[in-house]
């Protein structure tokens, strides 16, 4: 780490990536400072629905607005989402998974090892009769390992930022996201496209809200 928590050879969005202007989520290793005690699904059959937050170690969920420009993004490289399967492998909330599954996903897979993090995504499968949604109580990276390759046309890595996982993840994702399919990444720090490409990605599109940074990638 360089000082200011800045990773060595960190890159800033280049011109004609996305942005998104500052002001909003903290990277604490904690609880999301001053996360919401809901979420909201922006866009679907579910619009509108709220999400409840649970106080869990690392816990940091999406802002609206990033998931907006992120579904956007989405949109413009998978525009048949009907006919499309999605793995959000650290599931939190939920928010990016069921936002997926809203908008018409075939098949969308939720891992989340936190038991109270579990029992609230149940709740809101059950909420919302969301029949294409399964949910897996375990490791993320332990379950990325268990997928055959290119088995899921998005996958979303959201892991808690302290923790070293963002890099194995990213591995993983490059293995399992189709030919055609789009990888979504946060960090606190922009990712540099060189760790992308020893992990088979290529970056697509870029953006920031305060000290969240979102990726979009694809396989290289």
């Known amino acids: 780490m360089e000082p ?11 011109p004609g990536e996305a942005s998104v202007s500052k002001g909003g989520a903290s990277t604490s290793p904690g609880r999301f400072a ?4 809901q979420v909201r699904i922006i866009g679907g059959q579910w619009k509108r629905t709220p999400l409840p937050v649970t106080h869990a170690p690392g816990l940091r969920p999406s802002p609206d607005r990033v998931r907006v420009t992120v ?30 599954a809203s908008r ?3 098949r969308v897979t939720l891992v989340e090892r936190n038991p109270a993090l579990v029992a609230a995504l149940q709740r809101t499968k059950q909420k919302l009769s969301a029949d294409g949604v399964t949910i897996i109580a375990g490791d993320a990276l332990a379950c990325a390992r ?3 390759d290119r088995s899921f046309d ?8 302290g923790d070293d996982l963002l890099q194995p993840a990213l591995h993983a994702a490059g293995r399992i996201v189709t030919s055609g399919g789009v990888v979504y990444a946060e ?5 540099d496209p060189t760790e992308a490409a020893s992990c088979g990605l290529r970056i697509v599109r870029a953006g920031q809200a305060g000290q969240v940074h979102f990726h979009l990638l694809q396989r290289a």
């Open 4 to 14: 200011g928590g800045r990773r060595r050879g960190a890159r800033s969005p280049q």
């Open 34 to 37: 001053g996360a919401p005690a």
């Open 71 to 100: 579904f956007n993004w989405v949109a413009h490289f998978l525009p048949d989402l009907g006919s499309c399967s999605g793995l959000d492998l650290f599931a939190g909330t939920g928010a990016l998974g069921f936002e997926l």
């Open 104 to 106: 018409g996903a075939a």
């Open 146 to 148: 268990s997928i055959p």
């Open 154 to 161: 998005i996958v979303f890595l959201d892991p808690p930022f």
């Open 187 to 191: 960090s606190g720090a922009p990712l």
